[in-house]
């Protein structure tokens, strides 16, 4: 998290991070050289255009001798070498945007890429916010670097070519306008300083107002049911208000130093030049004129370019910090689980067992403890306890979400780490509370977008597990649109529609964590129905929260602190008249009363 932070690199660093942004620009390189090519064919137009111009005047004109004819051919050779500029500066503009287009499109998808294949642990240590960021604002920040790159290019090309041609006109009218460089030089410096400070500012303002934005959006029925409304506005007002004024300095910022300032040393330079040479030259030889023509074409494209430059090094340095942010993320090593290389274990009947087994998400808080357990192939294990005791855990484990490191799970026989991940995943079914949907319809949701199961196999599952019946009351029945995280189904009809999807891939395992929301009491009885046809003839271990529901379970465990502390059948445990007995009375009490 610290290395997130840093800001500032050595060379060695930033060369390696350089390298790492070249490497995704590799498969573009012919557009890249091939845009250098016509940056560099602009340039020398660009330098040798007012040169035309200054032989016409000093050759020509100068001594009266600038006929029709001449004119007319410079003209159309001036004409000619302005069409091909413009050629060539679109083809270089184009085939350098496209090439940087594709080359942060390519990183974009490589970051995608590695976060699916990160570990829960990886998202528990950080905000979705921040992954969000990686790929969207860091690579979004890493293409204006690319276009960093072109000015650089551009510019320098530009003055390499200017000041070739200018010493090559006069090389001490070219040396004035040298010295003027130290200026430019200094006033870029001056922005990029303050520059620095305006921007950071803006920058932290904005993510703040964003923050403030996404928290509400979070938020809103909390904030609507406490009438926070009113002290929300105020303080978003307060942050964009802020947001306002740093926006305001950059304006009065950019506008006081960019162009005016580089046009005042343009000119001084310019000034400067006619004068001296004014004096010197100007009352000797007419033929300078042109000269001074070209100068004066001259100061602009030359000054420009430099402070163009200068300016661009703090998004230089910005795109440093992203690419390091991203290699960063490319290189986390926090993966998701696998599986031994070489294993093709499979799952036949689902014959769980849990061996001495503990656990801990950050090494330092143990959360489960010597867990030991079976679960025979068709039966059905219950664990219960109250909250936070390690239940979830079990199936995080169980599932490979989170590795393990001591004691084993064994399924079949196999160990959870040689059987492929793939293969675990198949064949267990997992349907935890908050079932989660994704944007499309309830038949995309039922069969998770495989093109291996037809619509008719959807009916049957969804049959099966009884949430056939409020789909087909559906507008669309079952190509009816699921909004964002199915936002528009109640808790129990998500969870039915989690049911079919579950059976749909004939699990050999079945895991429930069960649904705690309130559930109207007919799609209750449908989702106990649909539960009880999905276990029949399936190993299942049920996370339950009433305890009712999991009286006929072949064996219950009790959790707490991470730990089994009872087992036994509902029977036995009744008898024992220990902690399940309590659970059991006190829920009862509850049940009759209302109160759950
Ligand atoms: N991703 C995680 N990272 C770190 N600690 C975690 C994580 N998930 C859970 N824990 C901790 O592990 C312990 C056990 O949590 P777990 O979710 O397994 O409990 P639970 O019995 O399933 O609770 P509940 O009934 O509320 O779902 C808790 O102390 C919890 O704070």
């Known amino acids: 998290m610290e290395a997130q ?273 004014g004096y010197q030259d100007w009352n000797q030889s007419a033929v300078d004129i042109g000269l001074v023509y070209a100068f004066t074409s001259y100061s602009r494209s030359f000054f420009q370019p430099i402070s163009h430059m200068m300016n661009s090094l703090s998004s230089l340095q910005d795109g440093i910090v992203s690419g390091h942010r991203v290699k960063e993320l490319l290189n986390n090593n926090e993966l998701a689980p696998t599986t031994n290389a070489n294993s093709e274990a499979k799952i036949t009947d689902g014959h769980i067992r849990v061996s001495n087994l503990s656990f801990s998400y950050d090494v330092k808080k143990q959360v489960l403890r010597d867990i030991n357990f079976e679960v025979k192939p068709g039966g059905t294990v219950a664990l219960v306890g109250q909250t936070g005791s390690g239940k979830s855990s079990i199936i995080n484990v169980l599932m490979r979400f989170y590795d393990y490191f001591d004691g084993d799970i064994t399924i079949d026989g196999h160990s959870l780490k040689d059987i492929p991940v793939e293969e675990l995943r198949s064949k267990m079914g997992l349907v935890l509370q908050d079932s989660f949907l994704f944007y499309g319809t309830i038949l995309d949701n039922i069969r998770m977008y495989s093109r291996d199961y037809t619509e008719e196999e959807v009916k049957n599952a969804a049959e099966f597990v009884y949430a056939d019946d409020f789909i087909k009351d559906m507008d669309q029945g079952y190509h009816s649109k699921v909004i964002e995280r199915g936002a528009s189904l109640s808790a129990g009809e998500k969870q039915l529609i989690s049911f079919a999807r579950t059976i749909l891939r004939s699990p050999r395992i079945l895991i429930l964590d069960e649904a705690t929301a309130n559930i109207d009491t007919e799609t209750e009885e449908k989702i106990q129905k649909g539960l009880a046809n999905m276990r029949k003839g399936r190993t299942s271990l049920i996370i339950a929260h009433r305890l009712s529901t999991i009286k006929d379970a072949d064996l219950i465990l009790v959790m707490k602190n991470g730990q089994i502390i009872e087992h036994g059948t509902h029977d036995q445990l009744i008898e024992n008249k220990e902690t399940y007995y309590d659970m059991y009375q006190l829920q009862t009490y509850q049940e009759k009363t209302g109160e759950m």
Not at 6 to 25: R, W
Not at 62 to 80: K, L, P, Q, S
Not at 149 to 165: K, M, Q, Y
């Open 5 to 277: 932070k840093q800001t500032s690199f050595s060379l060695k660093e930033s060369f390696s991070i350089l390298k790492t942004l070249f490497h995704f620009a590799k498969p573009f390189k012919w557009f890249y050289i091939v845009s250098f090519i016509f940056l560099a064919a602009g340039s020398a137009i660009a330098a040798y255009l007012p040169i035309i111009i200054q032989r016409y005047i000093d050759t020509y004109l100068a001594d009266g001798t600038a006929t029709m004819e001449v004119t007319v051919r410079i003209v159309i050779f001036y004409g000619i070498l302005t069409l091909l500029k413009a050629v060539s500066d679109y083809a270089k503009d184009f085939l350098f945007n496209t090439a940087s287009e594709r080359t942060v499109g390519n990183i974009r998808n490589q970051l995608y890429k590695k976060v699916v294949t990160l570990g829960m642990r990886y998202f528990d240590q950080t905000p979705a916010g921040t992954v969000v960021s990686r790929v969207t604002n860091d690579t979004e920040t890493i293409k204006e670097f690319w276009t960093v790159f072109l000015t650089i290019a551009t510019g320098l090309f530009n003055v390499v070519s200017i000041g070739i041609a200018m010493f090559a006109l006069n090389w001490r009218m070219a040396l004035v306008f040298v010295l003027f460089i130290p200026f430019i030089i200094w006033i870029a410096g001056v922005y990029r300083k303050k520059s620095t400070l305006v921007y950071g500012q803006m920058r932290r303002v904005l993510s703040q107002l964003n923050a403030k934005l996404s928290e509400s959006i979070s938020g809103m029925s909390i904030i609507q049911k406490y009438n926070q409304e009113k002290r929300l506005i105020d303080e978003f007002d307060e942050v964009n208000q802020a947001y306002v004024v740093s926006r305001r300095s950059m304006y009065s910022m950019n506008a006081l130093l960019l162009a005016p300032a580089i046009n005042v040393i343009e000119s001084l330079a310019l000034v400067a030049v006619l004068i001296i040479f």
